[in-house]
């Protein structure tokens, strides 16, 4: 018997397979195919899936990014809590001004907590959350610690800090630069004396003109110039008189007139100028009142207003007196007395041409926490609202946008202040900002050419002086 088929058996075979015998033979032949099929189509589904799922969550998460709310807090001025994002902002009185992630956060809060967020155009962008934000932010360390120091800002945008006491007892002739830039300090040229309770000018060429100060029980008369783009300095003529605790100012002209101060005989009422050009003294007008621990300011008209400070060595001589300084007539003229007596006192030129002096000591050694305002075109004094705390050895700087910010000092007989406030001399009003690092007085306050304030060293008890710096 054959087993070979005939021609016609191979149709009558597949005519007599079922339709699913038939698929299942060819699933069988084609069975590669079709499992590499079947995984394209799980891993398809499997990325739509997961891309509608994560496209959801960014929504959400960009719409709570783009929430803005701004709460009432009873916290005090310093627990202000802000969301900080990587972009700036210009701050207001009662939203946190925004900064890079990468360098220290700022606020302008003082008196509420705001959360505020706030979307940025660059996608590598992110949003940090900072709790406890504070206007301050501690930058480098000086080399030295320091009081009684002088700190200036040069040209180029870095500050030079010179001479001072490390520790009451020694005084030195060091100096440093800090560079905004790198937030970093770095040693300079000595000068050839030690010195603190000195003055620091910048002059019209660049240079800095150092004057007087005290070394020990020694009061100098010497003077010398720091040139940065050398790193050295020079000396250059001696004032007539030796004094410490005087004030330099310079005129429009280029000169600088030194006004009063502390000699070996006490309080001094003499004046004299300065010619860079020449690098000579010359002796002008005297002033009506002896003094020391007061303030000289260059008014709009180029005149100098000078005010308080103490007539003697005796901390029961206070004088509220006021008297200007005329460069075109080398004259001095009395002007209307202050309120108050006071002296350790600051006075800053506003704006609008007036002249806000606040805080200081009075007769009784009481410290003050009131203020005045001088108006040039009256000649008169105008008492304006408290500010929060008495302060003497403070300071108190012209920020870029009108405000002054004052900033530590002493509030009685043994008390460092680290606290800071506003004036705002639209409103007339007082704000607190955001605390100090550190609490001080004797020491400096610089404006930078990017509106941020540099505070550096000054001391925080009797015995302790700090090599610290903060930054505003």
Request: glycine fraction near 8%; charge should be neutral.
């Amino acid at each position: 018997m054959s087993n070979t088929v005939g021609p016609n058996e191979s149709a009558v075979v597949n005519s007599n397979r079922t339709p699913l015998r038939r698929l299942y033979e060819h699933f069988r032949k084609r069975r590669l195919i079709w499992i590499i099929f079947f995984i394209i189509c799980i891993v398809v589904l499997t990325v739509v899936v997961t891309t509608t799922v994560l496209l959801n969550k960014t929504g959400r998460e960009k719409t709570s990014t783009m929430e803005i709310t701004t709460s009432p807090s009873t916290t005090t001025p310093t627990s202000t809590t802000a969301i900080t994002a990587s972009f700036a902002t210009t701050p207001t009185a009662t939203t946190a001004s925004f900064a890079t992630i990468p360098t220290a956060p700022t606020a302008s809060a003082s008196s509420s907590t705001a959360i505020t967020s706030s979307l940025s155009t660059t996608p590598t962008e992110t949003t940090a959350l900072s709790t406890n934000a504070s206007e301050w932010f501690s930058t480098r360390n000086m080399s030295d610690a320091r009081a009684g120091h002088t700190a200036s800002v040069l040209s180029n945008g870095k500050v030079l800090v010179n001479g001072g006491t490390p520790d009451n007892s020694r005084v030195l002739n060091s100096a440093e630069l800090y560079d905004p830039s790198t937030s970093t300090w770095t040693t300079t040229g000595n000068m050839t004396d030690e010195r603190r309770y000195h003055t620091a000018s910048v002059l019209f060429n660049g240079k800095v003109l150092v004057t007087g100060g005290a070394h020990g029980f020694t009061i100098l008369n010497s003077a010398e110039v720091y040139d940065p783009s050398t790193g050295t300095w020079t000396t250059t003529g001696n004032m007539t008189n030796a004094r410490s605790w005087h004030i330099a100012s310079i005129l429009p002209n280029g000169k600088v007139l030194v006004t009063g101060g502390d000699s070996i005989i006490g309080s001094l009422n003499n004046a004299e100028l300065y010619d860079p050009s020449t690098g000579t003294w010359t002796t002008t007008g005297t002033m009506t009142n002896e003094r020391q621990f007061h303030t000289a300011s260059v008014l709009s008209d180029g005149k100098v207003l000078v005010t308080g400070g103490l007539n003697n060595s005796a901390a029961t001589n206070a004088i509220n007196s006021a008297e200007l300084y005329d460069p075109s007539t080398s004259t001095w003229t009395t002007t209307s007395d202050m309120a108050n007596a006071r002296y350790r006192h600051t006075a800053s030129v506003l704006s609008n041409g007036k002249v806000l002096v606040i805080g200081g000591e009075d007769n009784g050694g009481n410290i003050l926490n009131n203020a005045e305002l001088y108006d040039p075109s009256t000649g008169t004094w105008t008492p304006i609202s408290d500010m929060t705390n008495t302060r003497a050895y403070h300071t108190a700087s012209v920020l870029s946008n009108g405000k002054i910010l004052v900033t530590g000092g002493v509030y009685d007989n043994s008390g460092t202040l680290n606290s800071a406030e506003l004036y705002d001399a639209l409103t007339s009003t007082w704000t607190t900002t955001g605390n100090m690092t550190n609490a001080r007085y004797i020491h400096t306050a610089s404006v930078l050419s990017n509106g941020k304030v540099l505070i550096t060293g000054g001391r925080y008890n009797e015995i302790g002086n700090l090599n610290s710096a903060e930054i505003y």
